[in-house]
Every structure is written in structure tokens, then in C-alpha cells.
């Protein structure tokens, strides 16, 4: 069954505690309302990460097509066990579209899981984040953002800021009134202000992008040419 992050956790007081003293995000609450955001509902760790391994580095539609393929190669409708994963040749991988990084992911994956690296779903809700992290990590192509995205979209982590995620950046950058999405040091700063309730102040950073709408493309990362020119400017000031 789906939950929604808001019945984790008592939403008012989440919320109050975030608005404190800082009229910026209390705005934008004030504009978007209640979080909506819902967990997935994969049986497994092993489950999501397959998911998130076909995923990676593509669009959702070829992505969602191609992990259909990936789960047509187990039985009764199921994405392959591990088991059956590690059995599963290479070729019939790439045949379902996936690349030979992501087959190789996709291996390691399942042994890890065989391994007890990988822990069960009802294992994984007892790990701290941290722990969790390292060992999730540990699988070939896996990074800390989609372990991230594990922890709140299956698990419901209520204290997960994603600072490498480029919709939380910008949002953030909207949010505040800044001119350039900050660096990930920078973020995880300011997002301290925000525990223990850093999950539910990502989802309304990813809101404010859907706010902002065509605005939001006029926040982007500082651009090469613009420090090369400071750079000139300063060394002509010599």
C-alpha cells in the first residue's frame, strides 16, 4: 500500500519546525500546501535498486520500457531473484536494452544481495542512514543519490537531504532568491537549519521548481566563461 511521507511523521509540527524564523520557506508551504509525495511500493532493496540501475542516465519512458524487459526475464511477472539474475547471460541483458555497465551493475547487485550486503526490506528499516549508505554504495553503480532516493521514496526517511540533486539545488536557489544553484558543501550547510526534518524540506525545494515553471531555467550552474572572465578582470586589476 502506498504512504504518503505526511502520515510518517506529524506534518504540522515538521512543517512549523521548518517555517521558524525563515519567511522564504514559509512562503513557498504557504503556496504549495501538504506534501503529497508517495513511497513506491518494490518488495525488496534488491527490488528498488534494480529499478533505479535501469534508470540511470536515461528518459523515464525508455527506461520504464526497459526494465520491463529486465522483469519479463524472471517468473509470474517478477523481476529475476538474484539467484536467477547471476544466471542470466549477459547477452540476454543487453538484448533488453541495458548497457554493458549497467548488466555488470545489475550482477553485482544480485551477489551482493546473495551476500547479505544488500539487506532485506524489513533489515534495511532497522539500518541507520549512514550505514545504509555505505553498504548500498559498496554495489557497482550505485551512488549516494540513489541510495538517497532509496531512503525517502521507500523507506520514508525523514531526515535525507539529497545535495547532489540538481531539482533540490535550483529549488533552493528559487527559494532563497539566489542567482546560481549553490555547490553541494554549501547546501548541506544550510540544510543543517533543517533537521531533523531535511526530507520534507527537499520535497517543497522540488516543488519550487514546478512553481517557477520556464523561471526555473534562468537558475543554472555558474558557467565556465563567467569564472574565466573574473579570473581576466582580476589579473587585468594587477
Avoid at 60 to 72: E, H, L, N
Amino acid at each position: 500500500m502506498a504512504v504518503k511521507t505526511s502520515e510518517l511523521f506529524v506534518h504540522a509540527e515538521a512543517v512549523a519546525a521548518l517555517c521558524k524564523n525563515d519567511k522564504h520557506l514559509a512562503r513557498l508551504v504557504e503556496k504549495v500546501g501538504e506534501t503529497q509525495l508517495i513511497l513506491d511500493e518494490c518488495e525488496s532493496p534488491y527490488e528498488s535498486l534494480l529499478e533505479a540501475i535501469s534508470y540511470q542516465s536515461i528518459s523515464g519512458k525508455a527506461a520504464a520500457t526497459i526494465f520491463a524487459r529486465v522483469k519479463a526475464l524472471g517468473t509470474n511477472g517478477c523481476c529475476p531473484t538474484p539467484e536467477q539474475m547471476l544466471r542470466i547471460r549477459n547477452s540476454a541483458l543487453r538484448k533488453a536494452g541495458l548497457s554493458k555497465a549497467k548488466a555488470a551493475a545489475m550482477k553485482d547487485l544480485a551477489q551482493k544481495t546473495l551476500d547479505g550486503v544488500v539487506p532485506s526490506l524489513e533489515d534495511a528499516r532497522k539500518i541507520p542512514d549512514e550505514e545504509l549508505v555505505a553498504r548500498l554504495i559498496s554495489v557497482r553503480g550505485i551512488g549516494p543519490w540513489t541510495v538517497e532516493m532509496f531512503l525517502i521514496f521507500r523507506l520514508g526517511r525523514p531526515d535525507v537531504l539529497p545535495i547532489h540533486d540538481y531539482g533540490v539545488q535550483k529549488g533552493w536557489a528559487l527559494t532563497y532568491r539566489r542567482k546560481a544553484i549553490p555547490k553541494p558543501k554549501e547546501l548541506a550547510k544550510f540544510g543543517e537549519r533543517w533537521r531533523p526534518y531535511r526530507t520534507l524540506a527537499s520535497w517543497y525545494m522540488w516543488r519550487a521548481v514546478q512553481l517557477a515553471g520556464k523561471d526555473a531555467r534562468k537558475i543554472t550552474k555558474k558557467s565556465v566563461a563567467a569564472t574565466n572572465a573574473k579570473k581576466s578582470k582580476k589579473s587585468a586589476g594587477r
